[in-house]
């Protein structure tokens, strides 16, 4: 079902019948589903009906996202907005979740496991766009594909960031040129509602300069996800954190490029399902 759990985030809930669903102090503890940027929860509807037999799940819907209000566009945002609004769920359960992530998912998941460890029992990111590791790790290799991006004269224009030029750029970097001319107009549609929210976690993300050392906090069990496919990028993120956090499992997707979770939905669920219940 859906529902809103916070003052600030709409969240889509599911778990065992009985006492385990309506006492959050029993039973194993929840999972915690974050979605990738201009997307919504319901990108794991496959993921949540598997965990949900076992355990509480819920999927909530970053800010300005799924079913909360648009973000209007000459509101400020910056990535740390999202990260609050997380924190303020996963507190409110009272106890350790499972916490999964995409892409921007993923660096909301990495940064709240960073800023409150305690709170994570087990910890999976798929291409996390941590990009900071890279400055830190002055991976000129690694980030020649992201400034190629930015080099674009759209993707820096305020004025024109998250329409649907921007949308293009953003689209086709992290799949293949003409990706977004492919995609269903319904699709199109739906990145462009999101579009002045998705160009702003960009940018304030982009700012990032935490290093992968900063991550070596999060004690919790972590398995590291990137598509075999994925943009350079997003592959050496994954590989500079599996060095830095001290029980980190990294794996690739065969196959499978940043949409893994989607195109490869069945690879990464039991990756996921699987790392889950050996935490």
Request: charged share 20%.
């Amino acid at each position: 079902m859906s529902q809103t759990v916070s003052s600030s985030l709409h969240v889509t809930l599911a778990g065992p019948d009985g006492s385990d669903a309506s006492d959050p102090s029993r039973g194993p503890d929840p999972a915690v589903l974050l979605h990738s940027g201009g997307m919504s929860s319901r990108q794991w509807r496959r993921l949540l009906d598997r965990l949900a037999p076992a355990r509480r799940v819920l999927a909530p819907d970053f800010l300005g996202s799924g079913e909360n209000p648009v973000w209007t566009d000459d509101a400020p945002f910056g990535f740390e907005m999202d990260v609050a609004a997380i924190d303020e769920l996963v507190r409110s359960l009272g106890r350790p979740v499972h916490l999964v992530g995409h892409s921007y998912g993923g660096f909301v998941a990495l940064t709240l496991a960073r800023k409150n460890p305690a709170a994570i029992r087990s910890l999976t990111v798929y291409d996390p766009v941590a990009f900071g590791v890279l400055h830190a790790a002055n991976d000129t290799e690694a980030l020649a594909g992201l400034a190629r991006a930015e080099a674009e004269p759209v993707w820096n224009d305020l004025s024109r960031g998250g329409v649907d030029a921007w949308l293009e750029v953003f689209i086709d970097y992290w799949n293949e040129p003409g990706s977004w001319r492919t995609l269903p107009e319904g699709t199109r549609e739906a990145f462009s509602r999101v579009g002045k929210k998705v160009f702003k976690e960009v940018h304030s993300l982009l700012a990032d300069r935490t290093g992968s050392a900063a991550y070596g906090v999060v004690t919790a069990p972590a398995l590291l996800l990137s598509g075999e496919k994925s943009p350079l990028a997003a592959r050496r993120v994954v590989q500079y954190l599996s060095e830095a956090m001290p029980r980190a499992t990294l794996r690739t997707i065969r196959g499978a490029g940043h949409m893994g979770p989607i195109t490869h939905a069945g690879a990464v669920n039991d990756a996921i399902d699987e790392h889950i219940a050996r935490a």
